[in-house]
T-cell receptor, first 114, second 114 residues
Framework: AQTVTQSQPEMSVQEAETVTLSCTYDTSESNYYLFWYKQPPSRQMILVIRQEAYKQQNATENRFSVNFQKAAKSFSLKISDSQLGDTAMYFCAFLTSGTYKYIFGTGTRLKVLA | NAGVTQTPKFRILKIGQSMTLQCTQDMNHNYMYWYRQDPGMGLKLIYYSVGAGITDKGEVPNGYNVSRSTTEDFPLRLELAAPSQTSVYFC?????????????FGAGTRLSVL
């Protein structure tokens, strides 16, 4: 069975600084997808970024980028130039190709300090 | 475009009562999901549906039932509520599988069973 581990329950970062959130996963599958979702205090969860396992190039979306290390089964999220609006719970998620069931990590609560 | 709409936002139930959590999406998505989020935990899949008339169990289906008579609606039924069902419930939908399986979430229903 697949598992997703986020080892940092809480983190804080100063506004305009860079922060990296960690995620590791365990799977025997070779074809899968990884996602980072953001859940702001208003609670509606939204997609931040996604990565296809067969792609070697790390995904980037504006200030958000990932460091995908397939052999190490690591999928960290880097937030550059942190903004107050980045304050949220961040969930790492795993999806096996051809299935519909996401596996979510326990989340990292990020607080951006002014 | 409303996206995924959940009602109610909050509810308090007494042990043994029943209720239905409503979920509607207007994006014509085939796939719909119900999750629960307990404090400090990730999302756990309760039930999911890959189309009207088709539902299947997730990780934690006991104590719940679902139906999917239309593409738009995916209600979650709690029978004989128990304190262990105190949680925040999220409905989500997605258009496709694989990397395009971006989940769109509702704002959640906070349920307390006392």
């Amino acid at each position: 069975a697949q598992t997703v581990t986020q080892s940092q329950p809480e983190m804080s970062v100063q506004e305009a600084e860079t922060v990296t959130l960690s995620c590791t996963y365990d799977t025997s599958e070779s074809n899968y997808y990884l996602f980072w979702y953001k859940q702001p205090p208003s609670r509606q969860m939204i997609l931040v970024i996604r990565q296809e396992a067969y792609k070697q190039q790390n995904a980037t979306e504006n200030r958000f980028s990932v460091n995908f290390q397939k052999a190490a089964k690591s999928f960290s999220l880097k937030i550059s130039d942190s903004q107050l609006g980045d304050t949220a719970m961040y969930f790492c998620a795993f999806l096996t190709s051809g299935t519909y069931k996401y596996i979510f990590g326990t989340g990292t609560r990020l607080k951006v300090l002014a | 475009n409303a996206g995924v709409t959940q009602t109610p936002k909050f509810r308090i139930l007494k042990i043994g009562q029943s209720m239905t959590l409503q979920c509607t999406q207007d994006m014509n998505h085939n796939y719909m999901y119900w999750y629960r989020q307990d404090p400090g935990m990730g999302l756990k899949l309760i039930y999911y549906s890959v189309g009207a008339g088709i539902t299947d169990k997730g990780e934690v289906p006991n104590g719940y039932n679902v139906s999917r008579s239309t593409t738009e609606d995916f209600p979650l039924r709690l029978e004989l509520a128990a304190p262990s069902q105190t949680s925040v419930y999220f409905c989500a939908s997605s258009f496709a599988s694989g990397a395009k399986n971006i989940q769109y979430f509702g704002a959640g229903t906070r349920l307390s069973v006392l």
